[in-house]
C-alpha cells in the first residue's frame, strides 16, 4: 500500500509537470462524433472531440506505467490489460466509465480520477493508440489449445465477428474495442463479468449473446480472440522511446 501511495504521489507530480508544459501541435486526425449504439456521458463525447496530443499523453502516461508497463502491454499475468494500439474511442470511453464508477474498476480509480480532464483522456488516448501491439505472448497455449482456438473461431464467426472484425481489430468509429493480441486470461475475466451482470455499460446486444454462453464457452471463445492477429499493428516486444 506504501508503495502504491509512493507511486501515485510521484505519478501525480509527473502529471502536474505535464500541465505546465505548453501543448506543442495536436498529432491526431478525424475526431469520433459519436457512438452510434449508446448515450455517452458529457466528459466522453467532450474528449471524443478534442485532437489528442501523443506527446503529452506520453508524459501523462507516467501515471499509469507501472499497472499497464512502459509497452502499455499489460501485466504477465493478464490482471492488466494491454492498452498499446486499442482504439482512442474505446480508451476514453474505458477511462470516462472508470472515472465515473459506470465500469467498477477500485485498483485503478484512484489514478483515474486525478486526470484533470477531457484533454487528458483525449492525450492518453492518442499516446496509447499510436502504440504497437506486441506480438501476443499472453495467447492460450495449454495442452488443448488446438480444440479450444477451433471451438471458439466457431462462436466467433457467428456472434462476434461483424463487431470485433474478422481479424480481432474491433471499429474505431463505433467504439468497438480491438480484441486482438490481448491477454486470453483479461478477456476471460472481462467476458465473466459482461455474462454476469458486472458490466453493465457494455453494449447491450453483445450482453445478451454473451449473456447465454457456458464457462466451456468461454474459455473457448478467449482462447481464439487471444490468437487473433491486426495486420499492420504488430511489433516485437520492447518498450516505446520514453521509458523511465
Ligand atoms: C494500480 C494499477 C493501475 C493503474 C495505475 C492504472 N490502471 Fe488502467 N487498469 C488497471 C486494471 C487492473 C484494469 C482492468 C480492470 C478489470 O479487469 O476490469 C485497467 C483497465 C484499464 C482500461 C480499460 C482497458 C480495456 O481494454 O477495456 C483502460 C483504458 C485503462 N486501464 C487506462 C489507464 C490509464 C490511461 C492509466 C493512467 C492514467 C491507468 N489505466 C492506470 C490497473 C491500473
Ligand atoms: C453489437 C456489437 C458487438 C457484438 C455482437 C459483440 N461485441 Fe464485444 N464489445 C462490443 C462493445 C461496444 C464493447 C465495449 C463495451 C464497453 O464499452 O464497455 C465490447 C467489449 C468486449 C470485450 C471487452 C474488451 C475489453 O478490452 O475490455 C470483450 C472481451 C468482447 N467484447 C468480446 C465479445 C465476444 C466474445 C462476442 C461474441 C460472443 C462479442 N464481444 C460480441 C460490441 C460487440
Not at 16 to 28: I, Q, R, V
Request: some cysteine; charged content about 20%; aromatic content about 4%.
Amino acid at each position: 500500500m506504501k508503495k502504491l501511495v509512493l507511486a501515485l504521489s510521484l505519478a501525480l507530480q509527473a502529471a502536474a509537470l505535464a500541465h505546465a508544459e505548453p501543448s506543442p501541435a495536436g498529432s491526431e486526425g478525424v475526431p469520433v462524433k459519436d457512438y452510434p449504439w449508446q448515450a455517452l456521458p458529457g466528459e466522453t463525447n467532450e474528449a471524443l472531440e478534442r485532437k489528442g496530443d501523443r506527446k503529452r499523453g506520453e508524459r501523462l502516461y507516467a501515471l499509469c506505467r507501472s499497472c499497464h508497463m512502459a509497452s502499455a502491454g499489460g501485466s504477465p499475468d493478464g490482471g492488466v490489460p494491454r492498452l498499446a494500439g486499442q482504439h482512442r474511442s474505446v480508451l476514453i470511453k474505458q477511462m470516462a466509465d472508470i472515472r465515473s464508477g459506470a465500469r467498477h474498476n477500485p485498483t485503478m480509480y484512484p489514478f483515474a480520477v486525478v486526470l484533470a480532464d477531457p484533454q487528458d483522456l483525449a492525450d492518453l488516448a492518442a499516446y496509447l493508440e499510436g502504440l504497437c501491439i506486441q506480438a501476443n505472448p499472453r495467447r492460450y497455449d495449454a495442452p488443448d489449445a488446438g480444440q479450444q482456438v477451433a471451438a471458439g473461431r466457431a462462436l466467433y464467426d457467428r456472434a462476434c465477428r461483424a463487431c470485433h472484425g474478422p481479424s480481432g481489430e474491433g471499429s474505431m468509429h463505433k467504439g468497438y474495442p480491438a480484441l486482438a493480441g490481448q491477454h486470453h486470461r483479461y478477456l476471460l475475466r472481462q467476458m465473466s463479468e459482461i455474462r454476469d451482470g458486472r458490466r453493465s455499460s457494455a453494449h447491450r446486444e453483445m450482453v445478451a449473446i454473451i449473456g447465454s454462453y457456458s464457462d466451456d464457452q468461454l474459455l473457448a471463445v478467449a482462447a481464439y480472440q487471444s490468437s487473433l492477429v491486426m495486420p499492420g499493428k504488430v511489433c516485437a516486444v520492447k518498450a516505446p522511446s520514453g521509458k523511465r
